[in-house]
């Protein structure tokens, strides 16, 4: 690989700071609300030992970002890129959630720009994987120009395999909403 997928990514409101050990305890506090994960297809993940699974999977994955506003120093959320493919020149970003305070404030679309614009120096197609039943995510994603192309079963790291549905947005295609 030759770039990284752990910079620190921010534009004037939020920044995307590479996960660390010691923000365990803020980003779950994030995530113990029920509401966050109710269209997620691992909706326990506001429990305290599933969400350590899902945080020892993110720190693993070397791709995993704590989502910061500047302005309040808050950690809004997390999101990764993971599954770089260099044969097929893409790379996938997942694994986002906000917590409610956040939503509904334009807060992903900004941080998608962030990650997309970064990695589309690097690769021509970024994939996301999405819950069937997670519409929010659905439509924020078609709303950034994402086609869904596949359903597949997909196993998160420690946990069940879930139905999900594979969106793309190709690098020429990106260029084109700027």
Request: zero cysteines.
């Amino acid at each position: 690989m030759n770039f990284s997928i752990q910079t620190i990514l921010e534009n004037e409101e939020y920044q995307l700071i590479p996960l660390q050990q010691g923000d365990f305890e803020m980003l779950y506090e994030v995530a113990s609300n029920p509401k966050v994960w109710e269209q997620h297809p691992n909706k326990d993940r506001y429990k305290r030992d599933v969400f350590e699974n899902f945080f020892k999977g993110a720190m693993e994955s070397e791709g995993a970002f704590k989502i910061v506003e500047k302005a309040s120093a808050n950690i809004l959320g997390s999101t990764r890129f993971y599954d770089f493919d260099e044969s097929k020149n893409s790379i996938f970003i997942g694994y986002t959630f906000y917590g409610t305070n956040s939503w509904g404030k334009g807060i992903n679309p900004q941080v998608k720009k962030l990650m997309l614009d970064y990695v589309f120096q690097f690769v021509d197609k970024v994939y996301f994987h999405i819950g069937k039943e997670n519409f929010r995510s659905q439509i924020a994603l078609e709303r950034l120009g994402g086609t869904k192309i596949a359903e597949e079963e997909i196993a998160y790291f420690g946990e069940p395999a879930r139905t999900n549905f594979v969106y793309e947005i190709n690098k020429k295609n990106h260029l084109s909403l700027k």
